[in-house]
């Protein structure tokens, strides 16, 4: 996962810094914001930085818009005129949160990838390196205890009762944040302004360049954002799909389907990063150690990495504007804003009356209600 801090920060340049390698059988390697051992100054990485500066910078502002426009669309509704009061409604607000955090990140990478200079400052280091991975384990955990939320609400409907309140839900939320908050304090202690070649960089500077830390920050990424978020979502919704085939109505295999574009979208999104992440940490304890393996993985990083950020965008998609409640309370902010927004010149478009017609069927029983818990 240093690699990705090391990009994130450095635009996908990495630095040549003296190093004596332990197993190098020369008297000196070369550290490229992480350890290559054995490599000497014929091992050629810049193709990467070169299609990096290029393609990525298009990438992520494009990325920017659309994540800031979908997640700010979901706090707008959850808090001016939904007031959230559901438990469901607190967790999927903070996670527009945590992606707007995730997203705020990307005018800086853009910035750092064009001109390969840090110029903010070193307090502005610490403060986007930090944010950028609080807002990745932040958007996980909400991901995951969504997850728990709706199998609660599904399985164990009756006990579910008692727990799922907005109290809790707060409550729940606090813990998340501050469990993100620890995950991300190496970033926020090791990161800082540095100059190397003249440059003013923005870089992890770990004490005696120790690869202890790299590795342990890739396994706490490997463990906490995705082993662990991966192992809950399997279990509740193989759980929730189990019961959702004991239902008769007609949404039945559209809650169904969402169900698997929540696991699939996860699983397609994080699982590269995180495979390109353990063999990162396989090159920092030297079990890779060739430059060619090195160039491949170098490579493989930069795919995997903005395959991740698109998942930021999907976020409100899935969790928010599927959801018929949601959609509605979106509709009917809009037409309640509509001469100060100017969206919509026929108010009609906006009567919602097919939509209130399908929310009637949900009410109509029992089973309905259990199918909107996932929709």
Known sequence: WHRLRAKL?????????????????????????????????????????????????VLYSLLFV????????????????KKARAMT??????LAISDLLFVFSLPFLVQYSIMNHW????????????????????????????????????VHSVCALRVRTTAHGVIISLVLWAVAILASAPDLIFFQEMNYNN????????????????????????????????????????NILKNLQKCHTQNKYKAMKLV???????????????????LDSLRNMYIIDDCQTSQRLDLAMELAEALSFIHCCLNPVIY????????????????????FLLICKDYSAFDGRSLDKHSSLHGTSSQSSFVGTVL
């Open 9 to 57: 920060l450095l635009g996908g340049r990495e630095e040549r810094v003296g190093y004596t390698s332990p197993t190098s059988n020369s008297s000196a390697a070369y550290e490229y914001a992480f350890f290559y051992p054995e490599l000497d100054v014929s091992c050629d990485l810049e193709n990467i930085p070169a299609f990096a500066s290029t393609f990525f910078p």
């Open 66 to 81: 659309t994540g800031l426009v979908g997640n700010a669309l979901v706090v707008w509704v959850l808090t001016v005129f």
């Open 89 to 94: 409604d607190v967790y999927l607000l903070n």
């Open 119 to 154: 110029s903010f400052g070193n307090v502005m280091c610490k403060i986007i390196s930090s944010a950028y991975f609080i807002g990745f384990y932040s958007s996980t955990f909400f991901i995951t205890i969504m997850s728990v939320d709706r199998y609660l609400a599904i």
């Open 199 to 238: 440059q003013t960089k923005c870089v992890p500077h770990y004490p005696d360049s120790n690869n202890g830390w790299k590795t342990f920050s890739n396994f706490e990424v490997n463990v906490l954002g995705w082993l662990v978020p991966v192992g809950v979502l399997i279990f509740c919704y193989h």
């Open 260 to 278: 698997f574009i929540v696991v699939i979208v996860f699983f397609l999104f994080w699982t590269p990063v995180n495979i390109v992440l353990f």
């Open 320 to 339: 928010a504007f599927v959801g018929e409640k949601f959609k509605k309370h979106l509709r009917d902010a809009f037409r309640k804003y509509a001469h």
